[in-house]
């Protein structure tokens, strides 16, 4: 998995009237999605998870799920909300598709560069880190 964190007042700090959990994160992954397929990539549309929202993506025999969300509100001292994507590399629940799809490590870094892309070109998104494991393990990247 892939992790990037970073922090923006772009997204709205209001949960959908049916989130999960009052979760936030449904137009950062809207976002993400009309990116990405401006970019060309065949990928699903939005849903809700209890964590957040997220999409299934495809790309040549890998599949993808893009997940994102709050990941801390704004605070006194930090008036910014920090967000989360994530990408895992899943071929889904399907024990065949399992047996005979192998994740691409090629695909992800393709895919988390364009998402990087995306984020780096959008002035109000500030202060973007990917992790390699899960957000505050290891050493953060400013790029993927």
């Not at 964590?51 to 008036?79: C, K, M, N, T, V």
Request: charged share 25%.
């Amino acid at each position: 998995m892939k992790i990037v964190t970073f922090y923006t007042d772009r997204f709205t700090l209001t949960p959908l009237p049916d989130a999960i959990n009052d979760v936030l994160g449904h137009d950062l992954a809207a976002w993400l999605l009309a990116g990405l397929r401006a970019r060309g990539y065949d990928a699903d549309d939005v849903i809700g998870e209890d964590y957040g929202y997220g999409f299934w993506l495809r790309l040549d025999a890998s599949q993808f799920w893009i997940h994102a969300g709050q990941y801390a509100p704004p605070e006194e001292d930090e008036p910014l909300s920090q967000w989360i994507v994530g990408i895992t590399d899943d071929p889904g629940c399907l024990w065949m598709r399992r047996a005979r799809t192998r994740p691409s490590p090629e695909r992800q870094a393709q895919l988390a560069r364009d998402i990087h892309a995306l984020l780096h070109g959008d002035s109000a998104i500030t202060r973007i880190e990917w992790w390699a494991r899960d957000v505050g393990v290891g050493e953060a990247r400013g790029e993927p």
